[in-house]
């Protein structure tokens, strides 16, 4: 979620590059799944998500038939999610499974799993004109790309706290199984049967693959201190009513943690400080030809955002945040493209309440070549927004502030206003 509202100014701002006309396509406001679409100016129809090569090498050879690029193909991959490892499973035979880097990773405060995680690779074909790549040959249009969070923000804490419970009570529930075990497994008790309880309870942690790394010390701290409270039940029938007992309160508590979780909409949802990193290119081959293929654009995006939660933790139903929103751009030509290159900057403000939201942003663009018909190097545009979700299908929008033509042929100083509004309606998910 929270990297969908970053994006989204980010693609209002190309939007402005690329517009022929001062009206904006309000579903450029909207988030465009990758920067490669963006500098193209299209949005494949045909999008295939490889999870494996050997996927992939059929995405590319479909792409291409006789040579010629096929238009309208999207392709987004993670590589790193066909890494695969070999596990053995209870009954001590070999499996291979996907390398689960992203096991752990919404808890995780470590950098690397989640520029795993969220890294993406995209590639892109269409067939080019002289609207988006002005006097390059008409022919066919290359993208290629990639988007990765740098920082990741935090899970929503109320989540984490939750998971935190339940991950100390559903480790005391093991503890317990395994004494009231190794307790039935001989007519005597002894000591050592907390002991090791204690010690294959704590190896299991290690093995657990629903628990973050980094909670395992503490829950060891925590069982440590449980286990203490059974020296002073030194007979069979006393820890087994214990056992009993406990067990129950464990079971309540891990119970209620999950039903919390399972409450809130967007449990997951990441908080605090995100950092995302974004680098796109389109290549030409004009007449559809590779002997003419020349590099036309080139995109970098920097979007960090911070989302400050505002919910009520004893309400999980109602979710509430307030999100502070940026991005810089800055985009390369290929002069016979556009003769400018273009550096943008913006902010955006935005309010989230569970069915509507409202924000304010603003967007200040630099061309680096003026033409003489232009007064200044800069422009900028600023919108407000409202939108309200009555139901999944129906959304109400509201649109109203001032835009600007982006590219050097048609650059204009702000001033057009525009006050858009409308209902949208789903009727497939």
Known sequence: MKAIQALSLCCFIIQGGLAQTPEPDLKKLELTNNPVYVLMNVQPSNISRP????????????????????????MEFNPFNWIKKKTVNKEGQQETTTNSFVDGYYFSKAILPPIKKNFSISLATSESDTVVFGSLQPGSALGYGMRVTLIPGTVHKPTY????????NDMKITF???LEAFIASEPEFKYD?????????????????????EMIPELQRALTIYKGEFTNSFTAEKITVKIEADRVVFDDKKLKALARIDQRTVP?????????????????????????????????WITPSYRLDLSDISDPTVIQSLDFLGVIRYLWNNKRVDIG???DCGAKLQFNRNDWNFSFEGVARHVSEQ???????WTSSWLVNFSYSLNESITFRFT?????????????????????GGVNFGFLK
């Open 51 to 74: 999870s494996t090569p050997r996927d992939f090498a059929a995405g590319i050879q479909s792409a291409f038939v006789n040579g010629k690029i096929q238009p309208n193909i999207g």
């Open 161 to 168: 706290q939750d998971m935190e419970i339940y991950a100390e």
């Open 176 to 178: 317990l199984e395994l």
């Open 193 to 213: 049967f907390i002991i090791r309880a204690f010690d294959k309870t704590i190896s299991s942690l290690y093995k657990r693959q629903d628990i973050r790394r």
């Open 268 to 300: 997951f949802a990441r908080e605090g400080f995100i950092l995302e990193l974004a680098l796109a290119g389109v290549s030409v081959l004009e007449r559809n030809e590779w002997k003419g293929m020349v590099h036309g654009k080139t995109g970098l």
């Open 341 to 343: 290159n273009y550096f």
């Open 371 to 377: 033409l003489a018909d232009i007064q200044s190097k």
């Open 400 to 420: 109203y502030g001032s835009n600007f033509d982006g590219n050097s042929r048609t650059y204009t100083q702000p001033g057009k206003m525009l006050a858009i």
